[in-house]
């Protein structure tokens, strides 16, 4: 968990966040949102009352969607409130009726600092995550192998989900299994190798990172539906035999050019990044 607590505001009125690092994802707080939304005077009575009667459109109770996490209270203390992810709360903001929902949804989008993909469109999603990726100088090539690893993901974690995995915590202890397996090392001190804070680690990994994570995902979900992997202790094996895959194709890559393939290399401004990737010839 990170220990910085970033509040922002929507319309003058602050959200608070706080920023989890295993699963390179930002909480906000529900209180808040509430409060924005609504203009409750007392919004902490309001989302009580709620998540006691209403269940979101897929039939499952808003209080299962939040997480306590620990933010500074008014009178400055850390004090345990509900907290959703993106997701979590444009499943919360379609319970509440509100003039100012789809702007916050538009707000979300904006400051969620985890491209979430437009459940009506999802090609506007994938624009939005080219354009960005192309405005922060990375390569043709390089977009097409982050969109092709993120697809990869996207089956892996689909899996998941239709086999008894449907916690966030979950999801982060599986990755982290196979990430560890193939790289050596937890995607927390993957991301102090390369000098991230709350920056999203696959956007700051070379071609080949990149690539062997994408060959561990898929290979972890090939075992897994071969032996119809179903829970955490199924699919916990599963991953680290995905892992050992990409591990020993690494390994070997590695032999073969003398060069590791996990860096501390990076996209962050040349003023805080002590490596930085950059464009090969030819690279467009």
């Known amino acids: 968990?990170?220990?910085?607590?970033?509040?922002?505001?929507?319309?003058?009125?602050?959200v608070r966040r706080i920023f989890e690092e295993a699963e390179e994802k930002w909480y906000f707080s529900v209180i808040d949102v509430v409060s924005v939304l609504t203009g409750s005077i007392n919004p902490r009575d309001y989302w009580f009352k709620m998540k006691t009667r209403v269940q979101s459109e897929d039939g499952i109770?808003?209080?299962?969607?939040?997480r306590q996490l620990?933010?500074?209270?008014?009178?400055?203390?850390?004090?345990e409130t509900d907290c959703a992810d993106v997701q979590g709360l444009l499943r919360i903001i379609q319970?509440?009726?509100?003039?100012?929902?789809?702007?916050?949804?538009q707000w979300l989008a904006k400051v969620g600092y985890e491209r979430i993909q437009d459940m009506s469109d999802p090609a506007l999603s994938l624009d939005r995550?080219?354009?960005?990726?192309?405005?922060?100088?990375?390569?043709?090539?390089w977009i097409q192998q982050r969109m092709m690893g993120q697809e990869t993901r996207n089956k892996l974690t689909d899996?998941?989900?239709?086999?008894?995995?449907?916690?966030?915590?979950?999801?982060?202890?599986?990755?982290?299994i196979i990430h560890q397996e193939w790289t050596g090392v937890t995607v927390k001190k993957h991301k102090e190798i390369k000098g991230l804070k709350t920056q999203n680690l696959r956007d700051h990994m070379s071609e080949a990172e990149l690539i062997?994570?994408?060959?561990?995902?898929?290979?972890?979900?090939?075992?897994?539906?071969?032996?119809?992997?179903?829970?955490?202790?199924?699919?916990?094996?599963?991953?680290?035999?995905?892992?050992?895959?990409?591990k020993?194709?690494?390994?070997?890559?590695?032999?073969?050019?003398?060069?590791?393939?996990?860096?501390?290399e990076n996209f962050l401004p040349p003023k805080t990044a002590q490596k930085k990737i950059t464009k090969k010839e030819g690279d467009a």
């Open 61 to 66: 109770e808003l209080s299962t969607i939040c």
């Open 70 to 79: 620990k933010m500074k209270a008014p009178d400055g203390k850390l004090r």
């Open 95 to 105: 319970s509440i009726p509100s003039p100012k929902a789809e702007p916050f949804r």
């Open 1 to 14: 968990m990170s220990d910085a607590l970033n509040p922002v505001a929507f319309e003058n009125q602050a």
């Open 248 to 264: 020993k194709a690494r390994m070997e890559l590695e032999e073969k050019t003398g060069k590791s393939v996990v860096t501390g």
């Open 159 to 176: 899996y998941w989900k239709e086999h008894e995995i449907t916690k966030e915590d979950e999801y982060a202890i599986l990755t982290n």
């Open 129 to 141: 995550a080219r354009e960005y990726w192309q405005k922060h100088g990375r390569s043709e090539k």
């Open 212 to 246: 062997f994570t994408a060959l561990a995902e898929l290979s972890t979900r090939k075992i897994a539906e071969s032996v119809d992997a179903t829970g955490m202790a199924e699919n916990a094996e599963a991953g680290k035999k995905g892992g050992k895959i990409a």
